[in-house]
């Protein structure tokens, strides 16, 4: 019942954008916290960004602030990662992961040991 599905990945170069979207289904997303994660080759599974269901508080890694931007269509019931001046180092599969419990503090928000929902992941490739 519970589904997430990410899209949104592709090809850019160095500088451009993309905008990923999580589609759920099954539930009520503004009822989940929301994180996005990251996998690279030889790389454990990194947090991204989260968006937090207790007061609406945003979490990101350092080497995103200022680049990406997570954010919630409630109407859709679907949460964005949009993403700039990409770098060659963003290049992973990017996963939608949700959980109900609070996600507070950032080192909690952008663990993956603390959701329970993902997604299938959409790749992001960045060129130099």
């Known amino acids: 019942q519970v589904q997430l599905v990410e899209s949104g990945g592709g090809l850019v170069q160095a500088g451009g954008s993309l905008r990923l979207a999580c589609e759920a289904s099954?539930?009520?997303?503004?009822?989940?916290?929301i994180g996005w994660f990251r996998q690279a080759p030889g790389r454990e599974r990194e947090g991204v960004a989260c968006s937090s269901r207790t007061d609406g508080s945003t979490y990101y890694r350092n080497s995103v602030k200022g680049r990406f931007t997570i954010s919630r269509n409630s109407a859709e019931n679907r949460v964005y990662l949009q993403m700039t001046s990409l770098k060659p180092e963003d290049t992973a599969v990017y996963y939608c992961?949700?959980?109900?419990?609070?996600?507070?503090?950032?080192?909690?928000?952008?663990?993956?040991?603390?959701?329970?929902?993902w997604g299938q992941g959409t790749q992001v490739t960045v060129s130099y």
């Open positions: 099954g539930f009520d997303l503004e009822d989940y916290n």
């Open positions: 992961a949700g959980d109900r419990r609070p996600k507070g503090v950032a080192t909690l928000a952008l663990s993956r040991y603390e959701y329970d929902y």
